[in-house]
Every structure is written in structure tokens, then in C-alpha cells.
């Protein structure tokens, strides 16, 4: 479970936060009591990256469905009644 530090705290204590990150994982950082960054590793930040931009390769091989990554979204259009007699 990733620690959570206020502001304050992250930035006096910097050092042992990154240490932290290192080896229990993730660590959030909060201001105001609220969820404002997130410091990983290297390594998993490159991961999580690697998986917002696949390639056009990595799209093709992949097992899932993926026309929708392949094709933009068409806005919702509402039917048009017909005409009266």
C-alpha cells in the first residue's frame, strides 16, 4: 500500500520519500488533503507510459479488440423524422 505524505512533509523529508518509493512502491503526496502526485521508480513510470502510447505495432499484435484506438470517436447525431405527408 503506497504512504501518503502532505506537502509539507514531502519536501522536508524528500530524500526518505524517494528511498520509500524505491522500496515499498509507490508513494502519493497530498495537499490540502487532497491526492496531488504520485512518485514511482523510473522503471514503472516507463511501463505506464509504454501502455498510454502504443504504437501502431503493439495495436496490431494486440489480443484484445482494437478498432476503437484505431478510429476517432463520431459525434452522437439524433435521428431525423420523416417529412409529413
Do not use: H, Y
Not at 521508480?41 to 484505431?70: G, Y
Amino acid at each position: 500500500m503506497p504512504n501518503v505524505w502532505q506537502v509539507q512533509e514531502a519536501k522536508a523529508r524528500f530524500s526518505e520519500m524517494l528511498d520509500s518509493s524505491q522500496d515499498e512502491g509507490p508513494q502519493i503526496v497530498t495537499k490540502r488533503g487532497v491526492e496531488a502526485a504520485v512518485l514511482v521508480r523510473i522503471d514503472e513510470w516507463r511501463r505506464l507510459r509504454k501502455l498510454a502510447r502504443r504504437d501502431v505495432k503493439d495495436l496490431l499484435l494486440a489480443t484484445e479488440a482494437r478498432t476503437q484506438a484505431l478510429a476517432p470517436r463520431r459525434p452522437e447525431r439524433s435521428r431525423l423524422e420523416p417529412p409529413p405527408l
